[in-house]
């Protein structure tokens, strides 16, 4: 009996004891994978997310506003036409920290005035700020936006402090624009060229621009349509995708 009640009190044995916190071992292991394996999942199917959800946002922002795109060309003083300009990566900036292409045209699009809503001329910009200006990180999709209410307007883009561009997008790593036109009477808009000037006419001497009825341009005025690229980073930085869309000039003729 004395026995008996020994061997109900005895503990564990040190052999026990390890093959116990052996076996926890291999199930918290198999616990934490499965674990670490459904979060890195879901982070990487959030970035994703985050990646498509911006990219499409400013696609569709570009497209309602390039599709507007608006021409005044009927004063004699070039420097108060409204203008469509495109400038590739190669070009001359016209944003401080530029990187990659720029594309700047006037639209009339709804603007805030005090606590009023109004449809403006407004001149309307995107760029990429490469330098880290804004809010500290690289690679920020900006946008220009100035407002007027009067025809003609100065047409410069370089505009006074504080500059009138704001953040739509960040981790926007490229920005790319084609531009569309017809490069024969009476055919569709085909050729293709990586920048725009509406104030010039053939400009760097690619091919003639012509309009719906088979006139040639001069100036060039609005291409027909505009082809947009953004590459967009992931926050962790582990991935990139790229979105492109083709957005036809409405006012284009």
Known sequence: MWQNARLKNRGLTLTEILVVVFIFSILSTILFTIFKGGLDSWRKSENILTMYEEGRTVLDMMSREIQAAYLFQNSTDQTQWTK???????????????????LFFVAPLASRT??????????????IDGKGTENNS??????????FTTLPVEYTFITPDPDTSTKIASSVTDLQFTYYYRSAPNTSPAATTTNWDSSSNNPAGRGENYDANGNAKNPDGLPDAVGVSITVRSRDGSQTRTFTTLIPVATAK
């Open 114 to 127: 005090g606590e009023a809503i109004r449809m403006d001329l407004c001149e309307i910009g995107y760029w």
């Open 84 to 102: 469509f300009y495109g400038i590739d990566e190669t070009g001359t900036r016209l944003k401080t920290n530029s990187a990659k292409d720029e």
């Open 138 to 147: 690289d690679d920020v999709l900006m946008r220009h936006f100035e407002s």
